[in-house]
Nanobody, 116 residues
Framework: QVQVVESGGGLVQPGGSLRLSCAAS????????MSWYRQAPGKERDLVAA????????NYAESVKGRFTISRDNAKNTVYLQMNSLKPEDTAVYYC?????????WGQGTQVTVSS
């Protein structure tokens, strides 16, 4: 049974940091491209960051470059998103996605709220 479970969201003040985790099971994690997406109320779901299966290549949305870092641990079947210098506009539900040749698995999302 495929499972993709995000954790680590919460309420943080502007300028603060959070680390999101995404634990996966039920598929060959090390072969999958892993990504973080986010969706704010009334907006589309957008790509935040992606990491290759081996972890040797990453890609970021312009709005988070220099502030967010995606990483993965294939031994633990987990992908992370370190978020620093958070801004109110980072407020959204953050989703983890696993993708490999038309197979796509999503988590249930974790809420991140940046507010004073």
């Amino acid at each position: 049974q495929v499972q993709v479970v995000e954790s680590g969201g919460g309420l943080v003040q502007p300028g603060g940091s959070l680390r999101l985790s995404c634990a996966a099971s039920g598929f060959m994690f090390s072969g999958y491209l892993m990504s973080w997406y986010r969706q704010a109320p009334g907006k589309e779901r957008d790509l935040v960051a992606a990491i290759s299966s081996a972890g040797d290549s990453t890609n970021y949305a312009e709005s988070v470059k220099g502030r967010f870092t995606i990483s993965r641990d294939n031994a633990k079947n987990t992908v992370y998103l370190q978020m620093n210098s958070l801004k109110p506009e980072d407020t959204a539900v953050y989703y983890c996605n696993a993708y490999y040749y038309l197979k796509s698995y999503w988590g249930q999302g974790t809420q991140v709220t940046v507010s004073s």
